[in-house]
């Protein structure tokens, strides 16, 4: 068997070899770039935002909340100086008339942290507060929650009635209570004429004791109306 002899000298063998294996590293060389730059492509994405921490979302829709309350309801008076950081709002979503119920709505907004806040509802003579259906007692209270209490009220006979709501913020030291107070109209147009009659009675009784012929009654004015007489 005839052998094949490589007739080149060694040092052009091993020159030869050499070249081989410096293209087959630069061969490999390459694909592992290209692998890693097309990994270094795939992963090079823009930075998303962190979403919003819940405490955060948490106070922001609170807040929204108040704000709504502002613009849709009315601030009990408060008739009682106290240490006391909660307020009241109020809000009738229908002109309430005698004899029939009728819905009262509080929201209840704690000015700060409470272990335990109590609402006490006093109605005045002449109205008739049906059982809550909600508890009057609330136990961790946070700041900036609004607690909604609806309520329902029938009136005996039209008239203006108060409502008198105790809160009372309540801790292992000791306790706070704010005393407040909501009026009510009870068929507010039947009031105003009443009231406008007594009115032209009395001027009536007025000029008849003064000799003069009695005025003629004026209409009667819409309640809540502010604007000026000329």
Do not use: W
Request: overall charge positive; aromatic content about 2%.
């Amino acid at each position: 068997m005839r052998r094949f002899t490589d007739t080149r000298p060694p040092v052009a063998v091993a020159s030869a070899r050499c070249v081989r294996l410096t293209l087959g590293m630069l061969v490999l060389a390459g694909g592992l770039a290209a692998g890693l730059g097309a990994c270094s492509r795939g992963t090079d994405k823009p930075a998303t935002p962190a979403p919003a921490a819940p405490g955060a979302t948490a106070s922001k829709t609170a807040e929204s909340a108040r704000q709504h309350l502002e613009q849709t309801t009315t601030a009990a008076v408060r008739t009682q100086a106290s240490h006391a950081t909660v307020d009241i709002r109020f809000a009738l979503p229908k002109n309430p008339e005698a004899g029939a119920a009728f819905p009262l709505e509080l929201s209840v907004l704690p000015g700060e942290p409470t272990p335990t806040l109590k609402l006490e509802v006093q109605p005045a003579d002449g109205l008739v507060l049906a059982p809550v259906a909600v508890p009057l007692s609330y136990d961790q209270v946070e700041r900036g929650s609004v607690i909604s209490v609806p309520l329902e009220l029938t009136a005996a006979k039209d008239g203006v009635y108060l409502v008198r709501v105790v809160a009372t913020e309540a801790s292992p030291t000791g306790a706070d209570s704010a005393t407040f107070t909501i009026p009510v109209a009870v068929n507010p147009k039947a009031l105003a004429a009443q009231l406008a009659a007594q009115a032209a009675a009395q001027e009536a009784s007025k000029a008849a004791a003064n000799g003069a012929a009695p005025a003629a009654p004026k209409a009667p004015p819409a309640l809540g109306s502010q604007t000026p007489k000329k």
